[in-house]
């Protein structure tokens, strides 16, 4: 699980250091990625938190395309993080 989430990390790290996307949408990617790696809260918490973020994100009308599908290709990865079982 943990390569997981470094493999999602990894990604929303790209997309924050992505200067064709808006600003906004790199900030989001950071945001999603502190929620994540917070352990203060359980795994499944942490994701659903980050998802919600994401969401938001891939609805927003200035996104470029490959932004859009990054953030679609984390939100698939982190649901399933969400399905497995504890």
């Known amino acids: 699980m943990a390569d997981h989430i ?3 990390t990894d990604i929303l790290d790209n997309l924050a250091e992505d200067t064709s996307v808006p600003r906004n949408i790199r900030k989001g ?5 502190a929620r994540l790696t917070d352990t203060k809260d359980a795994m499944d918490v942490r994701a659903t938190s ?5 969401d938001d994100l891939a609805n927003d009308p200035n996104i470029p395309l490959h ?19 504890r």
Request: aromatic residues 4%; without cysteine; charged residues 15%.
């Open 6 to 8: 470094k493999h999602v």
């Open 29 to 33: 990617a950071t945001d999603a990625k």
């Open 50 to 54: 980050a998802i919600i973020i994401l």
């Open 67 to 85: 932004g859009r599908t990054l953030i679609w290709n984390v939100i698939s990865q982190l649901e399933v993080l969400n399905a497995q079982p």
